[in-house]
Structures are given as C-alpha cells and as structure tokens.
C-alpha cells in the first residue's frame, strides 16, 4: 500500500533475536499511484501492519497521521501447532521504522491529535512483560513531503471545530465518566448504595446522550429503559447486517470528517 503514495524507499525494518536487521523496500519498482494531500487516521486500536504504514507517512512527510496514539504492537510472532497439548505463539522480530525508531510499546504518535476512545488501559504498553521501545540505526530514504511546517497550524483549526463540534463534545463527556469508573478500586459492597451508583452513573451516560441528541435537533430519551432499548434494538439490527453493510455509527462518522477537514486545511495552506 506505501508504494502507491510513495515513489520509492524502505517501508519497514525488522530486526530478529540475533540483531540481523532486514530492510524491506517498496517493490513498485518506481510507480505512485497517488502524489495528492494525504491522511491517515489511527486511534489505539489500530496495531501492527497499520503502525507500519502511518509511521512510514509520517517518516516520508508523506501525508497527515490523525487520531490518538496506536496500540504499540511492533512484533512479528510465529503460531507453534506441533506442541502435544495445545498451540503456542513466539514471538521472533521486531518492526522498526525506517527513522530507526520501534513502533512497539510506544505506538505512533499522530500529528493531529483527536479524543481517545478506547480505554487507556488497552494496549500493548499495558501489557505484562511486553518488550520495550529501543531504536536502530535510520535506514537511507528521502523525505517525500513536507507536513511538519503545517502541524502547527492544522492542530489549531481542528481544535477550534472539535470543541463546537456536539458529537466530540458527547465523546469526551464519555470517556470522563469512564475514566471516573475504571478509577474506582474499591467495590461497594452494601446493596443500597451500589444501587445509587449504577443509578447515578446511568443518568450521567443519559444526560450525555441526550445533550448529544437536542445539539443534533432529535427528540431525548425520557429514561434510561428508553435509551438501553433502543441501543439493544441498534446491535441486533447491526448484527443482522455484513461488516462492508453497517453503517458508520455517528461516533465513528465524525472522525472521518474531521479528518476530512484537516486534509481540506492542509490542501488550502498549501495553495491547492
């Protein structure tokens, strides 16, 4: 995929157990299929084969990387079937980008940062002895852009419209009342007052939601029952449908068209 964007020049380097580095190159032999403003969009569960390529269009200056921080997953493994009880998987390599530095732990930072929608406890830096970030020598390739000296400028736009933009407004208001509630380490244990909790925590998701839905000219919910039915009437009808069927929840929606926006910026300051 690099190699459509790309003239020419490394994608990734792997380095084994024994310290033997591999550089893998684009093999389009020269073709680019693209040369136009460019954007990827990333968040915490983008991982493995997708760090690669943002971090090579970040490296290149090829294009934008937009979203939050990648899950940090910068390992090759190998699945063992011949075991006698069971499968085992090991782990073999490590992916570097072509600057040197590894994707693993530490993720691709993007460019243009947007709210975070996962849990922060999710990733591989979070993981039990996962290996650590460490850096090789640059791998020779030549810068085929020039985003940096907009970075500045684009981050400023896209957070004048994040904040008057009610669906980012509803994500962050989620991700607190999430963050309040994997923050708690101690569990109620007298029934009345663990009801007042969930009742007091379902009427701050409720509240989210229907600010989310009067910014958005819909009626609100009335309740919470409400609310929980049509969700579960949502996941059936998705779950009726194939993956390429679905459409773009609004939650997700809006991500697109942020990144959207930014590529519209980055083309305008450019003087497309």
Known sequence: MLGQVIKSGPV????????????????????????????????LASASA????????QDYERGIVIGSTTTG???????????AYGQATLTQRKFYRVTGGSTQNKGVIPDIK????????????????ALKWDTIPTAPFKREGSVQ?????????????????????????????????SAQKKVVLDINQRRAELIDLEQQ????????????????????ESYQAS????VESR?????????????????VTEAANVLLDYAKLQGR
């Open 12 to 43: 990734v380097q792997i380095r084994d157990g024994n310290g033997n580095v591999n550089v893998f190159e684009d093999t389009d032999g020269g073709v680019q299929t693209y040369a136009g403003p460019l954007a990827v969009l990333v968040n």
């Open 50 to 57: 997708s760090e690669i390529y943002s971090a090579a269009i």
């Open 73 to 83: 997953k910068g390992t090759a493994q190998v699945q063992l079937d011949s075991l």
């Open 114 to 129: 947007l709210v975070d929608i996962y849990n922060e406890e999710f990733g591989e830096r979070k993981a039990k002895n």
């Open 149 to 181: 000296p907009y970075v500045a400028k684009l981050s400023e736009f896209s957070a004048q419209r994040v904040a008057a933009d009610s669906q980012f407004k509803y994500l962050e208001t989620r991700k607190a009342i999430a963050q309040k509630t």
């Open 205 to 224: 998701t409720l509240n989210a939601e229907n600010q989310r839905r009067l910014a958005t000219g819909q009626k609100p919910y009335a309740n919470w």
């Open 231 to 234: 969700i579960d009437a949502l």
């Open 239 to 255: 779950a009726k449908m194939k993956a390429h069927q679905r459409p773009a929840l609004p939650e997700e929606e809006v991500f």
